[in-house]
């Protein structure tokens, strides 16, 4: 071998890592943008960037990096720039996560135009300020009077004043004049006090005069309609293909008003949010409300609470919303659901993805429906931040399957339990997993039965939790010592500690205490073998 190939053989390989080429520079950006506008565990909480915004974006984050990986590679150069390259994908990763989390500006500059449109008044008429009170023909005129001639309101609210016949007539001619701009009309509480007839009056006046707008959002709230009110109201409904909210809570949504309802809107193809709320619309009325949910296909929120819905119409219900696949809250609070129905739910539960908020205190689900619906929950909504499950007959028995549900809700923040028998060993079993939820931040946990022995080890599960905002252990059977332990434990954040005046000391359930010795060994075995 000659001297050449020697030298050659033994000359070191270099390769420079920094800077990069531009077009790895390019590729980078691609690949950023790329991942910046496929859906994610993130899109789907903070909204998807379109394309363009996600380019502008890499464009920014990459130059940053770019910068950020100079800087180091010249002050602290290790040859190859191995370590600027490190530095350029990590501060890329970390800022492209930012950008992820803050979700797209179009948005946020959209809401911010319409919230500053609002606040000059050119937009937005508004007369609900003020006390409650009737407005009569004369003063209907005057306050009116923006309304007449050119303007450029889309948002109307008539709230919290009572027309009669006089100031109905007076509105008529107005809203005529004004209904092809309206998108937003607020006649909540406008019709308090009247008689029958003369309510029943001056709603077909209102819908007659708003009859073929097209309105996005309609709230026709707090006027006790019944049947009669909401088959008054049939000119405007029936006129209404693009709505996207409906409001009708404390209206006497009968079972016959339920389905008048129903019949009279013809279209919810676009509706985003349904509300009905203390009504009295019962198991019938339920199912007429699932045709129209059924109907509703872009549904993202959906309430129907303190409505007096038994098994048969909450079954109804849960099968109608197994369509609704873009559901983001869900408020079921206060019917007769059962057993029967909270299964009935839980088996669409796992259709929910984007769900943030669900509401289900009392509907008498007992141990199993709870299970069932947190046995659903676990394996969906990774979304939620929100669980409700307060008076619903729960026990230590269900405790498991609902911690194994809440341990897998990262964005969990609020945990509502209260007014069940959950006692100290549902108690102890909930302390053991708080330390896995980083985001939780409220406990309600009162009513349930529980002593200084399970109040304690929940006081110090999240008593050093960062940024945790408050537990709820109110009307429990924690002794007078014990209280005031856990105001020790509270020294230095009292606030999160909530009122304890409804507690009761001697309330403790003696014959449970009799036995307690007994089981403790029994628990103590379960919670050693417990994983969260």
């Avoid at 049947?227 to 409906?246: C, T």
């Avoid at 919303?321 to 669409?348: P, Q």
């Amino acid at each position: 071998m000659d001297s050449t190939a020697q030298t050659y053989q033994h000359r070191p390989l270099s390769i420079k890592l920094w800077p990069p080429s531009q077009s790895t520079r390019l590729m980078l950006v691609e690949r950023m943008t790329k991942n910046l506008t496929n859906p994610s565990i993130f899109s789907r909480k903070y909204g998807l960037l379109s394309k363009e915004e996600a380019e502008e974006d890499a464009k920014q984050i990459e130059e940053i990096a770019f910068a950020s990986a100079n800087q180091h590679f010249e002050k602290e150069s290790d040859g190859d720039g191995s370590s600027a390259v490190q530095v350029y994908a990590k501060e890329s990763s970390k800022l492209m996560l930012e950008v992820l989390k803050r979700g797209p500006k179009v948005k946020e500059d959209t809401e911010l135009i319409s919230e500053k449109a609002s606040a000059t008044g050119n937009t937005f008429f508004d007369i609900s300020g003020g006390p409650r009170a009737f407005i009569d023909g004369e003063e209907a005129a005057e306050v009116l009077k923006p309304l007449r001639g050119p303007n450029t309101y889309t948002k109307i609210c008539f709230s919290n004043r009572s027309f009669g016949l006089d100031a109905a007539r007076v509105a008529e001619p107005i809203l005529i004049s004004i209904k092809d701009q309206l998108k937003e009309v607020d006649l909540s509480d406008f019709i308090a006090g009247r008689p029958e007839a003369e309510a029943l009056e001056v709603i077909s006046i209102f819908s007659s005069a708003l009859e073929g707008s097209d309105l996005r959002f309609l709230n026709l709230s707090n006027n006790a309609l019944g049947e009669k009110g909401v088959r008054a109201f049939r000119l405007l409904l029936q006129s209404q293909n693009n709505l996207e909210e409906l409001y009708l809570m404390n209206d006497g949504i009968s079972e016959e008003a339920a389905k008048a309802v129903s019949e009279l809107i013809p279209s919810t193809e676009k509706l985003r949010v349904l509300r009905f709320h203390n009504n009295m619309t019962g198991d019938e009325g339920a199912i007429s409300i699932s045709e129209i949910v059924k109907r509703s296909l872009a549904l993202e929120h959906f309430q129907c609470s303190s409505t007096r819905v038994g098994s048969d119409g909450g079954v109804a219900l849960a099968e109608a919303l197994g369509a609704c696949i873009h559901l983001k809250t869900l408020d079921l609070r206060d019917n007769m659901f059962g057993v029967e129905a909270g299964v009935a739910l839980s088996k669409v539960i796992p259709a929910f993805a984007d769900l943030t908020e669900i509401y289900l205190s009392y509907l008498n689900l007992e141990d199993d429906g709870a299970e069932a619906l947190a046995n659903a929950l676990k394996e969906s909504a990774p979304l939620l931040e929100i669980l409700d499950m307060a008076g619903n007959d729960i026990t230590a028995e269900a405790v498991p399957s609902l911690v194994a549900c809440t341990s897998s809700k990262q964005f969990l923040t609020k945990l509502n339990l209260s007014e069940n028998e959950l006692k100290d060993e549902g108690a102890i079993l909930i302390s053991k997993a708080l330390g896995g939820h980083g985001q939780l931040n409220e406990l309600d946990l009162s009513t349930n039965s529980i002593t200084w022995s399970g109040a304690r080890l929940l006081a110090e599960a999240v008593v050093k939790k960062p940024g945790f905002k408050s537990i709820n252990l109110n009307s429990n059977f924690i002794s007078y010592d014990g209280i005031d332990e856990l105001k020790n434990i509270f020294k230095n954040s009292p606030d999160v500690l909530g009122t304890l005046e409804d507690n009761d000391p001697e309330g403790e359930d003696y014959d449970d205490e009799a036995e307690e010795d007994d089981g403790d060994g029994e628990l103590e075995s379960k919670l050693k073998g417990l994983e969260i």
